[in-house]
């Protein structure tokens, strides 16, 4: 049986046709929102995991009923390629990604963990990310990816335009370059 679901999806309001037994990464993929990936179809591996109403979730065992009205948000949502969110570039910054197909999951879960705790410990960034897999990292690189974007979700960290090292501090003087010259 057809359904149609309303809901809001990465800011826009949207309708979608679907199957009852539809979860919402079936709608998601059939609409060609394909950042969410579909891993274990049983909540396991977190690769699906996009935001509802401001909530990790995962996709593939979310049932399509309950998500009419709702608000989603997808990896899709988050930054571009000129202009990636703070939990993007430091997931380039630091190679915390290889194959990439967990990245969206992590990087979602990890942008709504930090909005609930924006200054965690190694521990509390391990346990928020315990529902979502990684079979190339060994997870440190992301670990260290996670407290790179507390810091420069906190503002106390410049971030290179062009994604390379930032310059915290520039102190020079008298080499004609006007920073600090006096």
């Given at each position: 049986m057809t359904v149609e679901i309303d809901l809001t999806l990465n800011g826009e309001e949207r309708t979608f046709e679907a199957e009852r037994s539809d979860s919402l990464l079936d709608v998601l993929r059939k609409n060609g929102y394909t950042g969410a990936k579909r891993g274990c179809d049983t909540g396991n591996c977190g690769f699906c995991t996009v935001t509802v109403d401001g909530e990790s979730t995962m996709s593939c065992i979310e049932p399509v009923a309950t998500i009419d009205g709702a608000?989603?948000?997808t990896i899709e949502s988050?930054?571009?390629?000129?202009?990636?969110?703070?939990?993007?570039?430091?997931?380039?910054d630091n190679a915390a990604l290889q194959c990439g197909f967990c990245i969206p999951g992590m990087i979602m879960r990890s942008r709504d963990f930090?909005?609930?705790n924006p200054d965690p410990d190694r521990e509390e960034i391990r346990a928020a990310l315990s529902d979502n897999l990684c079979r190339c990292t060994?997870?440190?690189?992301?670990?260290?990816?996670?407290?790179?974007a507390a810091e420069r979700m906190d503002g106390d960290t410049a971030v290179a335009a062009d994604g390379g090292q930032p310059v915290d501090d520039v102190s020079?003087?008298?080499?004609?370059?006007?920073?600090?010259?006096?």
């Open positions: 608000t989603v948000e988050l930054g571009t390629q000129d202009d990636l969110h703070p939990v993007q570039s430091a997931f380039v930090l909005a609930e060994g997870y440190e690189k992301i670990l260290d990816a996670v407290e790179d020079c003087s008298g080499c004609g370059c006007g920073v600090n010259d006096e």
